[in-house]
Nanobody, 120 residues
């Protein structure tokens, strides 16, 4: 079994910055991609950013140019640097891992979610 442990998040004023972190724990051989989704009240969960193993990133249009995702393939960790935050970025952010390969299975995992609130 594996699990995703998230940290970061909180309350920030518009224009401010926050960093989210996510670490995959367990006996893990590989992870195809890591990233974040978010869900605001009354809205569907949406992709924020995704980083593939060995490089390659994908961003939602709404965050492109403001958010930066990074990943450490050896440590199975990922970070999301969020800059110039706007009130519409307020949501619960979920870490996501695509195809974690352990000794007995390959499956996707979700973190527990962390609240990000952008408000003055």
């Amino acid at each position: 079994q594996a699990q995703l442990v998230e940290s970061g998040g909180g309350l920030v004023q518009p224009g401010g910055s926050l960093t989210l972190s996510c670490a995959a724990r367990g006996i893990i051989f590989s992870i195809r991609a890591m990233g974040w989704y978010r869900q605001a009240p009354g809205k569907e969960r949406e992709l924020v950013a995704l980083a593939a193993a060995g490089g390659g990133t994908n961003y939602a249009e709404s965050v492109n140019g403001r958010f930066i995702i990074s990943r450490d393939d050896a440590r199975f960790t990922a970070h999301l640097q969020m800059n110039d935050l706007k009130p519409e970025d307020t949501a619960v952010y979920y870490c996501y891992a695509d195809k974690i390969r352990t000794s007995n299975h390959i499956r996707d995992y979700w973190g527990q979610g962390t609240q990000v609130t952008v408000s003055s």
